[in-house]
């Protein structure tokens, strides 16, 4: 009797225990009974459990969970395992000190120097203070891991933009911003890159990215173009003024030209009007004295004005002519 009971004990029948369907709340993962790795990886069906309260475990990537079951013999039981986030420490070593602090896109949840748990996987983080530049970090926490993460800042230097800008009147823009119209000097510029950018109505735009360097002035000179269809409307005020001055001091120069023509003329006829008067005062002409008079007042007189007239127009020409071509 005493044999055959310890026969029934060891039977296959007694030892086959039961089944756990393992199911996580997150696919993948090893599962574990009583902390016994299976080999198996959730979702799983776990066969030959022995029988009672058992603790059915899911360790994956950056997350745990655990589930108690009780297994009976021959029957299927289920296990549903909640995972949770596991993770590290990170503590950040910030220079300055009171630099703003943002990780994976919010605000840090304390004070740099102090150690904060962070869930392990990839994060980034980023450090900002005027008159610095800005740095960005990605970093790595491990389950269990301490990451001490030193963040130091570099000062921003400063440097110098001279621009000459060419008509006048364009708008000068730097990162977005007018700082003027025409040339202009800016003294102060923080160090790294910039948009420089000019503009006006009727003209080809301008921009340009650039570098400035610390301690360093550059030098841009910026001539912005007529657009093609507005050219005769749009034209440099200069070279308007110039064009002007020589149509004028042409206009002018022909004037001049007219009034001695003109002057000749009337100088000519003025003297065979005074012949004409001698030969009729000694008696050697017939014509009489009122035909004389009315050829000095109808023709000699209205060609002599009219040359006086000619050279003085001639004169204000030329004058305001050069006067337009050699002024700024």
Same mark, same amino acid.
């Given at each position: 009797?005493?044999?055959f009971?310890?026969?029934?004990?060891?039977?296959?029948?007694?030892?086959?225990?039961g089944?756990?369907?393992?199911?996580?709340?997150?696919?993948?993962?090893r599962?574990?009974?009583?902390?016994?790795?299976?080999?198996?990886?959730?979702?799983?069906?776990?066969?030959d459990? %022995?029988?009672g309260?058992?603790?059915v475990?899911i360790?994956?990537n950056?997350? $745990?969970?655990?589930?108690?079951?009780?297994?009976?013999d021959g029957?299927?039981?289920?296990?549903?395992?909640?995972?949770h986030q596991t993770?590290?420490?990170?503590?950040? $070593?910030?220079d300055?000190a009171?630099?703003n602090?943002?990780?994976?896109?919010?605000?840090?949840?304390? !004070?740099?120097?102090?150690?904060?748990?962070?869930?392990?996987g990839?994060?980034?983080?980023? @450090?900002?203070?005027?008159?610095?530049?800005?740095m960005f970090?990605?970093?790595?926490?491990?389950?269990g891991?301490?990451?001490?993460?030193?963040? !130091?800042?570099?000062?921003i230097?400063r440097g110098?933009l001279?621009?000459?800008?060419?008509?006048?009147?364009?708008?000068?823009?730097?990162?977005g911003?007018?700082?003027g119209r025409?040339?202009?000097?800016v &003294?102060?510029?923080?160090?790294?890159?910039?948009?420089v950018?000019?503009?006006?109505?009727?003209?080809?735009?301008?921009?340009?990215?650039?570098?400035?360097?610390k301690?360093?002035?550059?030098?841009l000179?910026?001539?912005? %173009?007529?657009?093609?269809?507005t050219?005769?409307?749009?034209?440099d &005020?200069?070279r308007?003024?110039?064009a002007?001055g020589?149509?004028?001091?042409?206009?002018?120069?022909l004037a001049?030209m007219?009034?001695?023509a003109?002057?000749?003329? @009337?100088?000519?006829?003025? %003297?065979?009007?005074l012949?004409?008067?001698?030969?009729?005062?000694?008696g050697?002409?017939?014509?009489?004295?009122?035909?004389? %008079?009315?050829?000095r007042?109808?023709?000699?007189?209205?060609?002599a004005?009219?040359?006086?007239?000619?050279?003085g127009l001639g004169v204000?020409?030329?004058?305001?002519?050069?006067t337009?071509?050699?002024?700024?």
């Open positions: 009797m005493i044999v009971s310890l026969l029934a004990l060891l039977s296959p029948a007694a030892l086959a225990g089944s756990v369907e393992v199911r996580g709340s997150v696919p993948g993962g599962i574990t009974v009583d902390g016994a790795d299976t080999g198996l990886t959730a979702p799983a069906v776990v066969e459990v %022995q029988p309260l058992r603790t475990g360790i994956a950056c997350r $745990r969970g655990e589930a108690k079951v009780e297994v009976v029957v299927s039981a289920r296990a549903d395992v909640m995972l993770g590290g420490t990170l503590v950040v $070593r910030l300055p009171i630099a602090v943002r990780m994976d896109g919010a605000a840090y949840p304390s !004070k740099p120097g102090d150690p904060v748990p962070v869930g392990c990839e994060h980034a983080l980023g @450090a900002t203070l005027e008159g610095y530049m800005p970090v990605n970093f790595t926490v491990r389950e891991e301490l990451v001490d993460l030193p963040v !130091k800042l570099q000062a230097g110098r001279r621009v000459s800008l060419v008509p006048a009147s364009a708008r000068l823009v730097l990162d911003v007018e700082i025409g040339t202009q000097e &003294p102060d510029v923080p160090a790294g890159p910039h948009l950018q000019a503009e006006l109505a009727g003209y080809e735009s301008y921009k340009q990215n650039m570098i400035v360097n301690d360093r002035e550059h030098v000179d910026i001539d912005l %173009q007529p657009l093609p269809s050219v005769a409307s749009v034209k &005020p200069r308007n003024r110039k002007a020589v149509v004028l001091s042409s206009g002018g120069g001049l007219t009034s001695g003109l002057l000749l003329a @009337a100088s000519t006829r003025y %003297q065979d009007y012949e004409r008067a001698d030969a009729i005062n000694t050697e002409s017939s014509e009489s004295a009122l035909k004389a %008079q009315a050829y007042d109808e023709e000699v007189a209205p060609m004005l009219g040359g006086a007239v000619a050279g204000v020409l030329g004058g305001v002519g050069i337009l071509m050699v002024g700024n």
